[in-house]
Nanobody
Framework: QVQLVESGGGLVRAGDSLRLSCAASGRTFSTYGMGWFRQAPGKEREFVAGVRRSGSTYYGDSVKGRFTIFRDNAKNTVYLQMNSLKPEDTAIYYC?????????????????WGQGTQVTVSS
């Protein structure tokens, strides 16, 4: 069992940066594939970024070049650095973990979820 706790959300202006953190419990964090998803009101949950246990990263098309995902296995934490934020990035951001190396883009491919953190970008 893994517990995930997100932090770092908030209200920012367009063009600003924000860093989200996801702290995971458990001693096997380094073996998990980790992902970030987001969900805006009235929309489906959307894949944002993922990082394999090897460190390989994957991004959704809407955030490529602006967002960076990275992990610190010594701290059991995965981060999402978000630059050049846009109003359309406004959503609840969720951290997710899976007990397998691949990084699926569908939410159903993940075993554990955090409670989410709100990110609001004003224009």
């Amino acid at each position: 069992q893994v517990q995930l706790v997100e932090s770092g959300g908030g209200l920012v202006r367009a063009g600003d940066s924000l860093r989200l953190s996801c702290a995971a419990s458990g001693r096997t964090f380094s073996t998990y594939g980790m992902g970030w998803f987001r969900q805006a009101p009235g929309k489906e949950r959307e894949f944002v970024a993922g990082v394999r246990r090897s460190g390989s990263t994957y991004y959704g098309d809407s955030v490529k070049g602006r967002f960076t995902i990275f992990r610190d296995n010594a701290k059991n934490t995965v981060y999402l650095q978000m630059n050049s934020l846009k109003p359309e990035d406004t959503a609840i951001y969720y951290c997710a973990a899976r007990e397998a190396p691949m990084i699926p883009t569908a939410p159903g491919g993940y075993d554990f979820w955090g409670q989410g953190t709100q990110v609001t970008v004003s224009s």
